[in-house]
């Protein structure tokens, strides 16, 4: 790990839910694990009038997201990091005067030796954005010649490329691109960034990753809940800009990517971008038409409990067609890729959560056990984000006895299985990436506009075309029944278990 600079982290919208949830406690276990800096400061900015010790109290002491970890280090180590939290009440209004939270800044910058080092975590809505970063301007927080200074922003990164292209050009007005950090919580996954390992440093992988042994790719990203009240904000966004944009297209960045130079964060990055470039896009309507795939749930009974329809969740309109459930087939037109399908689906109220990456390899040229039907069964490459996180490779082996008959095999890993199973939280990894400014994790600016490029075309197709049906599908299937079809030949998707291995022993649902 690199030395960390004294620095301090000021977070925007500190009284808000992602704080308590996720960036408090990421703080706290890499402060229980000694990554912090030793001179650092939090500084909690928000419209809500508190003071610093009822700042800690709710994000601390008070937290039912710490409450195991305050109860299991004890008394000491918890004052211990939570005198490291202070907070600025900005007053009714981020939009203004930053004088007051400048002075508090260079209080604090004074008092603990902070070197002027400065990350500006922004978890408020992106429509302030650019306010918040022009007031942080006007105060010269921005300034870099005497310290460094990043700025941190939460997704949504627009709601279509023009959108997004206006949110760049916003933050770019007074912040460099190569202080702006945009987070994907999904990039921080371990699973995630181990698919560039799996890749890139095993030469039974690489040789084999291009058209030539790949029939197709298959990525499913599947939950079992629903909309969980925030039917209002996913009734104006939709499965497609809530996952695929973002999270899904990163990871299709990453399987399609040519190697980098080096590791260094910008090498990764351009290749990401190329990949994303290289996607085709689909303008026309027929094509529009028999590539893609959209479905909302509908009320079924799951476990004995019935659950609601998609349309009769708080906040969803009575006619709402924004799809829960979204399938695109798409190509990427590049030497690598040429011809090979990509197969991505994103869904709600599926039978178990689920994240993985099916790479399917085409079937050997010369096919000397054909009788046997083994190549009904293609080798295949499972890469499992969550949960049971790990890699699942199925290939033919000859069943005892006599003759050649050929079943199917597993050979898998699984995090769990290593010495050391203290794994990082997303949040965890990318603060402390950005502490040190490496902003591999971090989705660039031509990369948000190169994914939003491909998505602007289904989406204004899905809200226009007559031709865009929306089917229905009961809660707890795995969506609509003509998904499949999308798929060519005989093939279908792979409907995981929520164990990695899936022979039908060892598929186990839990109950919810």
Same mark, same amino acid.
């Given at each position: 790990?690199?030395?960390?600079?004294?620095?301090?982290? $000021?977070?925007?919208?500190?009284?808000?839910?992602?704080?308590?949830?996720?960036?408090?406690?990421?703080?706290?276990?890499?402060?229980?694990?000694?990554?912090?800096?030793?001179?650092?400061? %939090?500084l909690?900015?928000?419209?809500?009038?508190?003071?610093?010790?009822?700042f800690?109290?709710?994000?601390?002491? &008070?937290?039912?997201?710490?409450?195991?970890?305050?109860?299991?280090?004890?008394?000491?180590?918890?004052?211990?990091?939570?005198?490291?939290?202070?907070?600025e009440?900005?007053?009714?209004?981020?939009?203004?005067?930053?004088? =007051?939270?400048?002075?508090?800044?260079?209080?604090?910058?004074t008092?603990?030796?902070?070197?002027?080092?400065? !990350?500006?975590?922004?978890?408020?809505?992106?429509?302030?954005?650019?306010?918040?970063?022009?007031?942080?301007?006007?105060?010269?927080?921005?300034?870099?010649?005497?310290?460094?200074?990043?700025?941190?922003?939460?997704?949504?990164?627009?709601? &279509?490329?023009?959108?997004?292209?206006?949110?760049?050009?916003?933050?770019?007005?007074?912040?460099?691109?190569?202080q702006?950090?945009?987070?994907?919580?999904?990039?921080?996954?371990?699973?995630?960034?181990?698919?560039?390992?799996?890749?890139?440093?095993?030469? !039974?992988?690489?040789p084999?990753?291009n058209?030539?042994? !790949?029939?197709?790719?298959?990525?499913?990203?599947? +939950? &079992?809940?629903?909309v969980?009240?925030?039917?209002?904000?996913?009734?104006? &966004?939709?499965?497609?800009?809530? /996952?695929?944009?973002?999270?899904? /297209?990163?990871?299709?960045s990453?399987?399609?990517?040519?190697?980098? !130079?080096?590791?260094s964060?910008?090498?990764?990055?351009?290749?990401?971008?190329?990949?994303l470039?290289?996607?085709?896009? /689909?303008?026309?309507?027929?094509?529009l038409?028999?590539?893609?795939?959209?479905?909302?749930?509908?009320?079924a009974?799951?476990?004995?409990?019935?659950?609601?329809? #998609?349309?009769?969740?708080?906040?969803?309109?009575?006619?709402?067609?924004?799809e829960?459930?979204?399938?695109? =087939?798409?190509?990427?037109?590049?030497?690598?890729?040429?011809?090979?399908?990509?197969?991505?689906?994103?869904?709600?109220?599926?039978p178990?959560?689920?994240?993985?990456?099916?790479?399917?390899?085409?079937s050997?040229?010369?096919?000397?056990?054909?009788?046997?039907?083994?190549?009904?069964?293609? *080798?295949?490459? $499972?890469?499992?984000?969550?949960?049971?996180?790990?890699?699942? /490779?199925?290939? @033919? %082996?000859?069943?005892?006895?006599?003759?050649?008959?050929?079943e199917?095999? *597993?050979?898998?890993?699984?995090?769990?299985?290593?010495?050391?199973?203290? $794994?990082?939280?997303?949040?965890?990894?990318?603060?402390?990436?950005?502490?040190?400014?490496?902003?591999?994790?971090?989705?660039?600016?031509?990369?948000? +506009?190169?994914?939003?490029?491909f998505?602007?075309?289904?989406?204004?197709?899905?809200a226009?075309?007559?031709?865009?049906?929306?089917?229905? #599908?009961?809660? @707890?299937?795995?969506?609509?029944?003509n998904?499949?079809?999308?798929?060519?030949?005989?093939?279908?998707?792979?409907?995981p278990?929520?164990?990695l291995a899936?022979?039908?022993? #060892?598929?186990?649902?839990k109950?919810?």
């Amino acid at each position: 790990m690199n030395n960390l600079d004294n620095q301090m982290l $000021i977070i925007f919208g500190a009284s808000g839910d992602l704080t308590v949830r996720k960036l408090i406690p990421a703080l706290y276990d890499l402060y229980t694990g000694n990554f912090l800096p030793e001179n650092f400061v %939090v500084l909690g900015v928000s419209r809500s009038n508190l003071s610093d010790e009822a700042f800690r109290e709710k994000v601390v002491y &008070s937290s039912d997201f710490l409450k195991e970890r305050i109860e299991k280090d004890g008394k000491e180590k918890v004052e211990s990091f939570a005198n490291m939290l202070f907070y600025e009440d900005l007053g009714d209004s981020y939009d203004t005067d930053f004088e =007051k939270l400048s002075n508090r800044i260079a209080g604090l910058d004074t008092k603990f030796k902070i070197n002027r080092n400065y !990350i500006f975590y922004l978890s408020i809505p992106p429509s302030i954005y650019e306010v918040v970063a022009k007031n942080l301007a006007d105060q010269k927080l921005n300034d870099e010649s005497n310290g460094w200074k990043r700025l941190i922003v939460e997704k949504p990164f627009g709601y &279509s490329l023009e959108t997004a292209k206006e949110l760049n050009v916003g933050l770019q007005k007074y912040f460099k691109e190569t202080q702006i950090f945009r987070i994907d919580h999904y990039l921080g996954k371990e699973t995630v960034q181990n698919i560039l390992v799996t890749r890139f440093s095993n030469s !039974i992988f690489e040789p084999l990753w291009n058209r030539n042994y !790949i029939r197709h790719i298959e990525i499913t990203n599947a +939950e &079992s809940v629903g909309v969980e009240g925030r039917g209002g904000y996913y009734d104006k &966004s939709g499965a497609l800009r809530d /996952m695929f944009q973002n999270h899904l /297209m990163q990871i299709v960045s990453i399987i399609a990517m040519e190697p980098p !130079i080096n590791d260094s964060p910008e090498e990764i990055r351009n290749e990401k971008v190329k990949a994303l470039q290289s996607l085709r896009i /689909m303008n026309d309507e027929k094509t529009l038409f028999e590539n893609t795939i959209k479905g909302q749930y509908l009320s079924a009974v799951i476990g004995g409990n019935k659950v609601k329809g #998609y349309r009769e969740e708080e906040g969803v309109a009575a006619d709402s067609t924004t799809e829960t459930f979204a399938a695109i =087939k798409f190509f990427i037109d590049n030497w690598r890729w040429k011809d090979v399908p990509f197969y991505v689906r994103t869904a709600k109220r599926m039978p178990t959560k689920v994240t993985e990456v099916v790479i399917h390899f085409k079937s050997p040229h010369h096919q000397i056990f054909n009788e046997q039907g083994v190549y009904d069964n293609d *080798n295949k490459l $499972i890469i499992r984000i969550q949960p049971d996180e790990g890699i699942l /490779m199925k290939f @033919g %082996v000859k069943v005892p006895g006599q003759g050649f008959n050929v079943e199917s095999a *597993n050979m898998d890993f699984y995090y769990s299985s290593l010495d050391d199973g203290d $794994i990082m939280d997303a949040y965890e990894r990318l603060l402390l990436d950005a502490m040190q400014g490496d902003a591999t994790l971090y989705a660039r600016a031509d990369e948000v +506009e190169a994914s939003w490029k491909f998505v602007d075309p289904i989406l204004n197709y899905w809200a226009t075309s007559k031709t865009a049906i929306t089917h229905g #599908y009961s809660a @707890g299937v795995w969506g609509p029944k003509n998904a499949d079809d999308l798929i060519d030949g005989i093939e279908m998707w792979r409907n995981p278990c929520e164990n990695l291995a899936d022979e039908p022993s #060892y598929c186990v649902f839990k109950k919810k």
